[in-house]
């Protein structure tokens, strides 16, 4: 099955090439591409430092600075609503004291386990409130629409519905833990993910 081809988002890319913030943008789909590729040769653990550092690029930071990262999620991406991160049932709440929402303590964490992973570490050591195929799952899903977002504040793209929904959903399906499915009445089973989107999609009908 051939996944559809995005054409509006291919052509606010082409036209993005003469934003101010395109070097470090390209920089940023360039890590972000080497994260996600179907090479089984690459590690999870270097995925994560690819994505955390796509991440990095998109927002035009150095690098290495977590709460610069947080910050720039916080304010560049706000979801309606936003879930405070007491919401969450995964969350240690002195871990992630300083952290106003699910999202700002989403990349708290992933960078914490990144710096971790990429030390070396490979035990226990640093107790993540998301698994590592979890984070990747998230960074892959939540990065395409930074993206979307900022091609959509330099008026080259229109967000979609979807896209709408979508970067609404995000700190739900963060709380949420997306490789589980939920029983339902009659004994078949869905996707927690999935019945997020789809209730956040009928909000914006």
Same mark, same amino acid.
């Given at each position: 099955?051939?996944? !559809?081809?995005?054409?509006?988002?291919?052509?606010? @890319?082409? =036209?993005?090439?003469?934003?101010?913030?395109?070097?470090? =943008?390209?920089?940023?789909?360039?890590?972000?591409?080497?994260?996600?590729?179907?090479?089984?040769? *690459?590690?999870?653990?270097?995925?994560?430092?690819?994505?955390?550092?796509?991440? /990095?690029?998109?927002?035009?930071?150095?690098?290495?600075? /977590?709460?610069?990262?947080?910050?720039? @999620?916080?304010?560049?991406?706000?979801?309606? &609503?936003?879930? !405070?991160?007491?919401?969450?049932?995964?969350?240690?709440?002195?871990?992630?004291?300083?952290?106003?929402? *699910?999202? /700002?303590?989403?990349?708290?964490?992933?960078?914490?386990?990144?710096?971790?992973?990429?030390?070396?570490?490979?035990?226990?050591?640093? &107790?993540?409130?998301?698994?590592?195929? +979890?984070? %990747?799952?998230?960074?892959?899903?939540?990065? &395409? @629409?930074? %993206?979307? %977002?900022?091609?959509? +504040?330099?008026?080259?793209?229109?967000? $979609? $519905?979807?896209?709408? =929904?979508? %970067?609404?959903?995000? /700190?739900?399906?963060?709380?949420?833990? !997306?490789?589980?499915?939920?029983?339902?009445?009659?004994? $078949?089973?869905?996707?927690?993910?999935?019945?997020?989107?789809?209730?956040?999609?009928?909000?914006? *009908?």
């Amino acid at each position: 099955m051939r996944a !559809p081809i995005d054409v509006p988002f291919l052509r606010a @890319l082409y =036209a993005a090439q003469g934003q101010p913030w395109w070097d470090h =943008a390209f920089e940023a789909i360039s890590a972000f591409s080497r994260a996600n590729t179907d090479n089984q040769s *690459v590690l999870p653990q270097s995925e994560a430092t690819q994505m955390i550092g796509a991440f /990095e690029r998109l927002f035009g930071l150095a690098g290495g600075d /977590e709460k610069a990262l947080r910050k720039s @999620l916080s304010t560049r991406f706000v979801p309606v &609503p936003e879930l !405070p991160f007491t919401s969450c049932e995964r969350f240690a709440a002195r871990r992630y004291a300083t952290c106003s929402s *699910v999202r /700002e303590a989403w990349i708290a964490d992933f960078f914490r386990l990144r710096g971790h992973l990429s030390h070396g570490h490979r035990g226990n050591k640093y &107790p993540s409130a998301w698994s590592l195929n +979890e984070h %990747l799952l998230l960074g892959a899903f939540l990065f &395409p @629409l930074l %993206l979307k %977002l900022m091609l959509a +504040e330099a008026q080259l793209y229109t967000l $979609s $519905s979807r896209d709408r =929904a979508s %970067l609404n959903a995000f /700190e739900k399906l963060a709380a949420a833990h !997306p490789f589980e499915k939920l029983a339902e009445r009659k004994g $078949s089973h869905d996707w927690g993910w999935n019945r997020i989107l789809g209730t956040e999609m009928l909000r914006l *009908v």
